[in-house]
């Protein structure tokens, strides 16, 4: 019965912004690490950023530090993705599960983010 539900993407110009929402359900949120994912049309799914339970320890992949940021809302079951500078390249289905080195969760609903040039 474990839900996640992400949202928030659309439509953005090269350089602008967009903050992600996933709401989860069906786990005990609180503790639970949480990771952002994302996955572009002929490519493997890659995790982009990860955070711990409490939200106090976070991790970026290479192609995106600087850029986004992940954050937690565990009053309202929510893990957030705010992406800045965003770039063509980050065109992808955007996803939230429980981090890579912990057994994944059932993929939930992904967001679509398409970066304009």
């Known amino acids: 019965q474990v839900q996640l539900v992400g949202s928030g993407g659309g439509l953005v110009q090269a350089g602008g912004s967009l903050r992600l929402p996933c709401g989860a359900s069906g786990l005990i949120f609180s503790n639970t690490g949480m990771a952002w994912y994302r996955q572009a049309p002929g490519k493997q799914r890659e995790s982009v950023a990860t955070i711990s339970n409490g939200g106090i320890v976070t991790m970026y992949a290479d192609s995106v530090k600087g850029r986004f940021t992940i954050s937690r809302d565990n009053a309202k079951n929510t893990v957030y993705l705010q992406m800045n500078s965003l770039k063509p390249e980050d065109t992808a289905v955007y996803y939230c599960?429980?981090?890579?080195?912990?057994?994944?969760?059932?993929w939930g609903q992904g967001t679509q983010v398409t970066v304009s040039s």
């Open positions: 599960n429980t981090p890579s080195h912990l057994p994944l969760l059932p």
